[in-house]
């Protein structure tokens, strides 16, 4: 049998809580939910230095969904997650989740050619 789990991990930046969540499917080739929540508990946090030399920690929260012995079809939702969203989002021509890139600077020529 196997086992399909949603689990959480927050993120800690310099020893402090942030809001960053990320959410990890994961599969264990098991038939117990208690052998693999061990073994995610188990696991160390991921670990790395950020652009700013703080240390980025990971750490393993609880498990969101599972999923026991799946059996995928052609075509199954395997993975789905609904958020909210703002209605500007939702509306008919609604701007992007991101921000456009910053137009670069054009420098034009100036007479003279000098500075």
Not at 68 to 88: A, H, L, N
Not at 89 to 113: D, F, K, S, Y
């Amino acid at each position: 049998m196997s086992i399909l789990v949603i689990a959480a991990y927050h993120c800690e930046v310099a020893g402090k809580p942030t809001n960053s969540v990320d959410y990890q499917v994961r599969h264990f080739a098991s038939d117990s939910l208690d052998e693999v929540t061990a073994r995610l508990r188990a696991e160390p946090p991921q670990a790395y230095q950020n652009c700013y030399k703080q240390q980025v920690r990971w750490l393993f929260d609880d498990t969101v969904a599972v999923e026991f012995d799946p059996k995928f079809e052609d075509g199954d939702e395997v993975i789905g997650f609904i958020t909210g969203r703002s209605e500007k989002i939702t509306e008919l021509n609604a701007p992007p989740n991101r921000r456009p890139p910053h137009p670069r600077a054009v420098r034009t020529p100036r007479r003279g050619g000098g500075r």
